[in-house]
Antibody
């Protein structure tokens, strides 16, 4: 069965960087795009970006363009999210999510359990 | 890009129907039939309820239905049940591989 297992919680100081991981299993890793979505406390879902594990092409939400990098390690079937210059408003639960089908890259059918990132001095 | 506009909250009694609206623009909701809806219970991962405006993934009850007119999409939950109490998010393709979420609607079952 499809599983996405994310790394554990992180506590960072403002200005620092964080790397989150999302290990996929149960399907051909390079066949399905992966999205990252976050939810800040008391806020709604916010799209961060998408990566194609086959080739590594990415698209990021405009507001994260200069601070986010998504990469993959196909041998480890793992996707990474790097976020730099952290601010307090980056405090959120970050989810990775796999698309439903190879031809439906807009729909997030399988989700990781989420990783809480806390940014505090 | 601004979030799609949803009502902050809606409510209904068990057995009733409620509709949640999601208003975007001619660049997202109005431009493509790639609208989806997610149900999110606090502390759990979101769940895909509707895709392609009206389609339900297998396992999603027929009580959940979607529609779209112009720049506004809607989710209707019929025959409300206690377990339907959750946050609901619309999502639309906004071009160039990007998607946009709504601000979320809290559904309360009275």
């Amino acid at each position: 069965q499809v599983q996405l297992v994310q790394s554990g919680p992180e506590v960072k100081k403002p200005g620092a960087s964080v790397r989150l991981s999302c290990k996929a299993s149960g399907y051909p890793f390079t066949n399905f795009h992966i999205h990252w979505v976050r939810q800040s406390p008391g806020q709604g879902l916010e799209w961060v970006g998408i990566i194609n594990p086959s080739g590594g092409s990415t698209t990021y939400a405009q507001r994260f363009q200069d601070r986010v990098t998504m990469t993959t390690d196909t041998s480890a079937t793992t996707v990474y999210l790097d976020l730099s210059s952290l601010r307090s408003d980056d405090t959120a639960v970050y989810y990775c999510a796999r698309v439903t089908r190879t031809t439906q890259i807009y729909y997030l059918g399988y989700w990781g359990q989420g990783t809480l990132v806390t940014v505090s001095s | 890009q601004s979030a799609l506009t949803q009502p902050r909250s809606v409510s209904g009694s068990p057995g009733q129907s409620v509709t949640i609206s999601c208003t975007g623009t001619s660049s997202d909701v109005g431009a493509y039939d790639y609208v989806s809806w997610y149900q999110h219970h606090p502390g759990k991962a979101p769940k895909l309820l509707i895709y392609d405006v009206t389609e339900r993934p297998s396992g999603v009850p027929g009580r959940f239905s979607g529609s779209k007119s112009g720049n506004t999409a809607s989710l209707t939950v019929s025959g409300l049940q206690a377990e339907d109490e959750a946050d609901y998010y619309c999502c639309a393709y906004a071009g160039v591989y990007s998607i946009l979420f709504g601000g979320g609607t809290k559904l309360t079952v009275l």
